[in-house]
C-alpha cells in the first residue's frame, strides 16, 4: 500500500512511500480509506508546529473515510463493507474527558489515515451517515465534531440565538451549518468579501471583512441592538480573543478552538469577568457526540462544505492551498482520483 509520512518538518520533506497493508489484530478492523479530509492542525503537524517534538516518522492526517475490508478475531462491533470514519482520539468514547481519553489522536500520538489501509481498534469508528459521499463524510472527524460541540453542547444554541463564526474554514462553516440547523443568526467575518457572500448562499445572516473592519466586535454589537452575541465560536485565538470578549452578551459563551493567529496586546480579564462569559475549551469530542451529530446530519440530508479534491499524490499541494488560506471549507484527498 501506498502512503504518506512526516521523515521531517516541512511540507516539501513529505515522503510517499509503499508498505505492506497491516493485518488486523484481536479487536481490529482494516479500513480500506477512500477520502481524507485537510484539517489546520494536520498543516501545524507536519510543519512542526503543533508538537516540535512529535515521534518521526509519522502519518499525518486525523480524518479519513473508508470501507472496512477485514476483521480481526473477536470483533463484533463492525461487519465487513460498513461505511466507517475513525474518531479523532481513540480513547475517548463517551462521556467527559479525561488525560487517558485524550490520549491516542489520530495523525499526533499515533499514526493518522493518509495512507490507503489503517488498522484501528473497532471501538475507534464510527458508521457514517448514507447520503453523504466518501469525501463529505472524511470532513466529519475533527471540524464537524468541533463545530457539534461548540454550537450544541457549549453554546446550547436554540431558535433566535445570535452566533459568531470567524472565517469561513472547516469548523467555521460546519457551525454555521449547525447553528442554522438550531434556528439562530449566524453572523461572521472573514478576510475575503466574495467567501462572505458565498457563506451567505448557505445561511450566513451577516457578514464583515475583518481586514476593512478590524473592530469588528464593535459590528457584532451594532447588529444585536448593543446586546452582543449569545455564542462566539472562536478559531482565531489570542489575536481575535479580544473582539470576542468584545462581540459577545452579558452571560454568554465564547467556544475557545483555535489558534490562528497572535496578538502583542496583555489578555484582558476585565470583559471576561464583568460579562460573566462562560469560557469554554473545546478539544474535539467523544465518539458519541460523533454519533449524536452524524444523526442530525442524517435527519437534515445536511452536505459538508467541501472545497477542493486533490488526488492522492498531490497531498503537498493540498497542503499549501491550506496554508494560503484560499479555500471556503474544507480540502479533501480523493483516494480514487
Ligand atoms: N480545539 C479543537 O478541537 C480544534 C479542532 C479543529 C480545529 N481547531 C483549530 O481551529 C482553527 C481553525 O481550524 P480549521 O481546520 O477550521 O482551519 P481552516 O479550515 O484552515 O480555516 C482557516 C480559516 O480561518 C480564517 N482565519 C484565519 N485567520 C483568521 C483571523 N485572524 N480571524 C478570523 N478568521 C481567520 C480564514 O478564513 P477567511 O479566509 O474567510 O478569512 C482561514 O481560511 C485552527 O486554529 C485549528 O487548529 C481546533
Not at 468584545?246 to 459563551?253: D, L, N, S
Request: glycine fraction near 12%; aromatic fraction near 6%.
Amino acid at each position: 500500500m501506498r502512503l504518506w509520512q512526516i521523515p521531517s518538518f516541512g511540507i516539501d520533506s513529505l515522503e510517499l512511500v509503499e508498505r505492506p497493508a497491516p493485518q488486523p489484530s484481536r479487536g481490529q478492523v482494516l479500513v480500506r480509506i477512500c477520502a481524507v479530509s485537510l484539517n489546520y492542525r494536520d498543516l501545524m503537524m507536519v510543519l512542526g508546529k503543533y508538537n516540535p517534538r512529535l515521534a518521526l516518522p509519522r502519518i499525518p492526517c486525523s480524518d479519513g473515510a473508508g470501507e472496512v475490508v477485514a476483521l480481526g478475531d473477536g470483533v463484533k462491533r463492525v461487519k465487513i463493507g460498513q461505511r466507517v470514519a475513525g474518531i479523532f482520539m481513540q480513547n475517548w468514547i463517551e462521556g467527559p474527558p479525561d488525560a487517558a481519553k485524550q490520549r491516542g489522536a489520530l495523525g499526533g500520538d499515533i499514526d493518522g489515515m493518509l495512507t490507503e489501509y489503517v488498522a484501528l481498534d473497532e471501538n475507534g469508528l464510527v458508521e457514517i451517515p448514507e447520503h453523504l459521499s466518501w469525501e463529505e463524510a472524511a470532513t466529519l472527524p475533527c471540524a464537524g465534531v468541533t463545530a457539534w460541540n461548540a454550537v450544541v453542547h457549549a453554546g446550547r444554541a436554540k431558535s433566535g440565538d445570535t452566533v459568531v463564526i470567524q472565517g469561513t474554514g472547516g469548523v467555521s462553516i460546519f457551525a454555521l451549518q449547525f447553528a442554522k440547523l438550531l434556528g439562530a443568526r449566524v453572523l461572521g467575518t472573514s478576510s475575503s468579501d466574495e467567501k462572505l457572500s458565498r457563506a451567505q448562499k448557505i445561511g450566513l445572516d451577516s457578514g464583515v471583512n475583518y481586514k476593512h473592519t478590524a473592530d469588528w466586535g464593535k459590528w457584532v454589537l451594532e447588529q444585536t441592538n448593543g446586546v452582543g452575541a449569545d455564542l462566539i465560536v472562536e478559531v482565531g485565538g489570542a489575536g481575535t480573543f479580544a473582539q470576542s470578549l468584545k462581540a459577545v452578551r452579558v452571560g454568554g459563551t465564547v467556544a475557545q478552538i483555535g489558534v490562528l493567529s497572535q496578538s502583542t496586546e496583555p489578555l484582558q480579564i476585565g470583559p471576561l469577568l464583568h460579562k460573566q462569559v462562560h469560557l469554554q475549551g473545546i478539544y474535539v469530542g467523544s465518539r458519541a457526540d460523533f454519533e449524536e451529530m452524524n444523526k442530525a446530519i442524517a435527519m437534515h440530508s445536511l452536505q459538508p462544505p467541501v472545497d477542493q479534491v486533490f488526488a492522492f499524490d498531490r497531498v503537498q499541494d493540498a497542503l499549501k492551498t491550506m496554508e494560503a488560506g484560499s479555500h471556503f471549507g474544507k480540502l479533501v484527498i480523493g483516494m480514487e482520483l
